[in-house]
């Protein structure tokens, strides 16, 4: 009965993996993006300090990318709690008939 139930069931759980392995890549790549905007704060303040941009300008630069970082940020933990979510329910439901 066991294997039986297994294959009956292996749609839902395969649609279950697909979406974990989907939500893993999008936090890879919310990861990588926020690593970019903080090497671009980097080089921003680099930039500053040899003088080569005003502080208007440095100012105006600093708030666009950290409102992107902190957006990325509330973004993420949206998903993260999302997913806290999935799983206190047990991940997948199926409705009874």
Do not use: N
Not at 23 to 49: G, M, V
Not at 56 to 85: K, M, N, P, Q, W
């Amino acid at each position: 009965m066991l294997l039986v139930d297994d294959i009956l069931l292996f749609p839902l759980t395969s649609i279950g993996w697909v979406c974990r392995e989907i939500h893993q890549a999008a936090q890879q790549e919310l990861a990588h993006e926020a690593a970019a905007i903080i090497a671009k704060l980097s080089d921003l303040y680099l930039t500053f300090e040899t003088g080569e941009i005003t502080e208007a300008e440095f100012d105006a630069r600093e708030r666009t990318l950290l409102d992107r970082l902190d957006r990325l940020e509330g973004h993420s933990l949206e998903i993260a709690e999302d997913v806290e979510d999935d799983d206190a329910d047990g991940g997948i439901t199926v409705p009874h008939s």
